[in-house]
């Protein structure tokens, strides 16, 4: 059926011209200039049809918005009525774009000083609409709409009507909210016509609207009442309803701002950043398999043997690397048309490599997909990839963009001479937008496009069709929320053409969990023979797990103690670099602060000794990474002290590891970052129970089973680990977590998505939906930081600072090129009177100067839990306690916080600063 649609171009097309139906269309304005003539109304409902129009076709959506309608149809029509219907809704899909605006020709809105001002128009004192143009603009779409669809037009049967007049009603909710911040749930009185309606009527013979005579007397409020009262009872309410309710917002709030935009800067946006030639992925894929190893992987294809070699030994790990991507590469030619698939490759497999070629596999056998993104839990992994991605496929800067809150703001042009970014209004819509191919990103912005209610958020959403999506380290997910990843996931790479490749070490696979669809979600292994990859001693015994403390009572310094001397006895035995790196992981902040003071109070070897935790500067973490990966550092003894910010995306490569126990893939999370590269022979790491992780995790249903003795006693603790049987332990979760959701009365997966989706409910399906499920508060640290970290003389500096940066905050008073620090006051400074003096309306120019200051901030600033019991005492040390500029201003850093260190917890009484 939905081959037979017409596209969204034919349709607009073949609407009338706004003159041919508006009396005196030359008179109304659609937005005024300061410098420059009023923009016509009819121009742009023209311009914002025309983005409307480029936006499906460069994203390929008139196949997306086709499968989501005829889906609606099935589901809610009879067979002999689907074809004729399904047309009917989509033209009602363009036409709702096409009406969003039609409410502007309100008097009142066009000659409002703060609206038009338009002088060809007086204020009507007693008009019920006020200056609003949103809701009259919806009233027309609805009536003139449904006066095309009555029966005696559409030889329709009653109830067949009566869903098509509620569809007609929920399609006019993007008009409605055109202009609000986010969505809420349009049958609960949202879509609502009052007595304003008496107004409204007037305006259909001023766009010489004529209707049945029937309607006038069921005009709204009548129909809401009718439809909405027994919404339940009159349409099926699925995910592909929800889906184009959203993608409809999406389309149209994004062509009207490109369209607003465009006029408002003279500044038209031409590229929509996709790959729009096979060429382009031609030579991307090109560039992956002559990259370093792949090259030697893709010429041996046609005649590969796999060996599957078990003895230790560098070149047999490559071999094995080589074997993974090949048995990878047969198992996407074998399955390029699925749309969902799993890596599960062990620590050191080179997953990044596999995600690679996986992603240019998929491009290259489906001409369809036009645009990639990769999803990580962790900054640290979105800047190593997007380096990856940079040097391995030969990415140009402007085809590649990361987005999270310390990315820095991206220009594909370069600057200029003077400091000012190439072209900054250009350099702010393709921000906004994301319109760059590859877009690697943090987990939080990702999902929050796909469930979101805001506005905002919603610009990118038509964007993500037609794509292929990495998601990696999948283990560190909330178990509570992997119900609901597999369900958007998985409706949406059926309905949006998206192909999701989830990755991970101790890979949860969960499509073993049950969300009651009629069809079960299936996986496709990409590695199938995953386990005798992750089994085999080069991957499986790079570490040996000790439990010799295992169910010790320790205490700090006991543990001390034991650190040094296993510490010191591998340097003497060590007999490539005569050297350890020692990396000790504790589950809260306070406990790694007293280790490192018993380390400082008793005679110790190391060189040097580093804390890692969250209350690190990002600039601080940088530098002890970059100095435990130089090569020059390798034959110093270094011992590193911190908390699980070091588990994963954290690329290191250490001798020793000790770990407080918590979750089991936790354990093996830490084991990753030691013996990385499996080129030494006896890498160990101890697990100890100091702290209980309790506080912690004690809702993360993998904790609950690791502390159930009846399903992980010691022995299975050990087994898991040794034998890489995460799946052992995930399905105890997946148990529990399926006797939850068939639960009928409980607040499981059933409560919070399915039930608010039938009543389409966007704020709750999103406020059900959290990836973090905590709030927390930025701190600001006023310190002075270096422009660039490392060591000069030996030619590993980094810089902490863009050049765009430094020339921003020179243009703005708060740094010189002959300092050698940006001073974190001169920053704050900067940031509150940006914020004091910034004005009202489509400023760009405020907004980038925002944008590039938060990354800026970013580097000034960790995070903190709101409801920690530190944040009360640590506010008597802050300037803004109450949050007025939206960080705590850290005044009296001096006292409570150290570069080196962080947060000095001895500074105050609070205990728990476990989350730190």
Not at 347 to 352: A, D, H, L, R, S
Not at 654 to 674: C, H, I, P, T, Y
């Amino acid at each position: 059926m939905s081959n037979s649609l017409k596209s969204v171009a034919e349709i607009s097309k073949s609407i009338p011209a706004l003159g041919e139906w508006l009396v005196g269309a030359e008179r109304y304005l659609a937005h005024t200039h300061s410098a420059k003539e009023s923009e016509k109304f009819a121009a742009h409902v023209m311009l914002v049809d025309s983005y409307f129009m480029q936006l499906c076709q460069v994203h390929g959506l008139d196949s997306i918005i086709d499968k989501l309608i005829t889906a609606v149809v099935e589901l809610n029509f009879q067979e002999s009525e689907r074809a004729t219907l399904a047309q009917t809704l989509k033209v009602l899909f363009v036409q709702a774009i096409h009406f969003h605006d039609f409410g502007k020709v309100n008097e009142n809105f066009q000659a409002d000083p703060k609206k038009m001002n338009n002088p060809l128009f007086k204020v009507v004192p007693d008009n019920l609409l006020g200056s609003s143009h949103s809701a009259l603009g919806a009233y027309l779409f609805v009536v003139t709409q449904m006066n095309e669809t009555v029966p005696p037009k559409m030889n329709l049967s009653n109830e067949a009507w009566t869903k098509l007049n509620t569809l007609i009603l929920l399609f006019s909710y993007c008009i409605f909210k055109h202009h609000a911040p986010e969505l809420a749930e349009p049958v609960a009185g949202e879509i609502s016509f009052k007595e304003e309606v008496k107004a409204m009527k007037e305006y259909l013979k001023l766009y010489q609207f004529k209707v049945h005579p029937g309607l006038e007397e069921k005009m709204p409020p009548m129909w809401q009442k009718q439809y909405f009262d027994r919404f339940d009872k009159i349409l099926k309410v699925e995910f592909p309803l929800f889906a184009l309710l959203k993608l409809q917002f999406s389309l149209l709030t994004g062509a009207d701002y490109l369209a607003t935009h465009e006029y408002m800067a003279d500044t038209p946006t031409t590229d929509f950043g996709v790959f729009s030639s096979r060429e382009r992925i031609t030579k991307i894929t090109a560039n992956l398999r002559f990259y370093k190893h792949n090259k030697a992987t893709f010429d041996s294809l046609a005649a590969f043997q796999f060996e599957h070699p078990t003895e230790k030994s560098f070149s047999n790990l490559n071999q094995l690397r080589t074997e993974m991507a090949v048995e990878l590469i047969q198992s996407v030619r074998r399955h390029p048309e699925k749309n969902l698939y799993y890596i599960e490759a062990p620590t050191g497999g080179g997953k990044t490599n596999l995600s690679m070629i996986t992603v240019t596999e998929l491009l290259e056998q489906n001409p369809s997909l036009t645009k990639f993104y990769y999803v990580f839990p962790f900054t640290t992994l979105i800047t190593q990839t997007y380096k990856a991605l940079q040097e391995t496929l030969g990415l140009q800067p402007h085809e590649l963009v990361q987005l999270h809150a310390k990315a820095a703001f991206q220009s594909k042009e370069e600057a200029s001479k003077d400091g000012e970014y190439g072209n900054e209004k250009k350099d702010f819509i393709d921000n906004l937008f994301a319109l760059y191919p590859v877009t690697v990103l943090s987990h939080v912005k990702f999902f929050d496009i796909l469930k979101s209610n805001r506005k905002e958020v919603n610009y990118l959403l038509h964007r993500i069709a037609n794509s292929v999506v990495i998601i990696d380290e999948l283990q560190s997910y909330n178990p509570a929320i992997w119900d609901k990843m597999l369900y958007f996931i998985s409706q949406y790479a059926e309905c949006f053409n998206i192909k999701f490749v989830l990755m991970s070490a101790t890979l949860p696979k969960i499509s073993a969990l049950n969300i009651g669809l009629f069809h079960q979600p299936h996986f496709t292994d990409l590695l199938p023979n995953a386990k005798r990859y992750l089994q085999n001693p080069n991957f499986a015994e790079r570490v040996t797990f000790r439990f010799d403390l295992f169910d010790q009572e320790i205490t700090q310094e006991s543990l001390a103690a034991f650190v040094l001397q296993k510490s010191e006895v591998y340097a003497a035995f060590n007999q490539k670099h005569a050297s350890v790196h020692t990396i000790v992981e504790f589950i809260y902040k306070k406990s790694a602060s007293e280790f490192q003071q018993h380390i400082h109070n008793q005679p110790h070897f190391f060189d040097e000794v580093f804390v890692l935790s969250g209350t690190i500067l990002e600039p601080r973490r940088k530098f002890i990474i970059n100095f435990l990966k130089n090569p020059n550092n390798r034959s110093k003894n270094i011992l590193l002290i911190t908390t699980q910010v070091v588990e994963a995306g954290v690329d290191i490569d250490m001798d020793l590891g000790f770990k407080n126990v918590s979750l089991v893939d936790s354990d093996e999370q830490l084991a990753g970052r030691v013996n990385r590269n499996a080129d030494k022979a006896t890498s160990e790491v101890y697990l100890f129970k100091l702290d209980d992780a309790k506080v912690l995790y004690k809702a993360d249903e993998r904790f609950k089973v690791t502390r159930d003795k009846e399903k992980l006693n010691q022995e299975q603790y050990e087994r898991v680990l040794r034998e890489k049987d995460f799946e052992y332990l995930y399905n105890e979760v997946f148990l529990n977590l399926n006797n939850k959701n068939a639960l009928p009365y409980a607040d499981n997966f059933k409560g919070d998505i399915l039930s608010p989706l039938k009543r389409l409910s966007f704020r709750e399906i999103n406020a059900n939906f959290k990836i973090i499920d905590q709030q927390s508060a930025s701190v600001f640290v006023p310190v002075a930081l270096g422009v660039s970290i490392g060591d000069e003389a030996s030619g590993t500096t980094e810089a902490v600072f863009t050049g765009e940066e430094l020339r921003f905050l020179e243009r703005h008073g708060s740094f010189s090129f002959t300092d050698a620090e940006v001073a974190g006051r001169k920053v704050w400074e900067l940031y509150v009177s940006l914020i004091q003096n910034q004005s009202k309306g489509f400023h760009i120019k405020e907004k980038v100067n925002f944008k590039i200051l938060q990354s800026i901030m970013a580097k000034f600033t960790f995070s903190l839990v709101s409801f920690s019991k530190m944040i009360p005492r640590l506010k008597e040390f802050c300037l803004n306690a109450d949050l007025t500029y939206g960080y705590y201003y850290l005044l009296h850093h001096d006292q409570v916080y150290s570069e080196e260190a962080g947060l000095l917890e001895n500074q105050f009484d609070a205990v728990e600063n476990y989350f730190l």
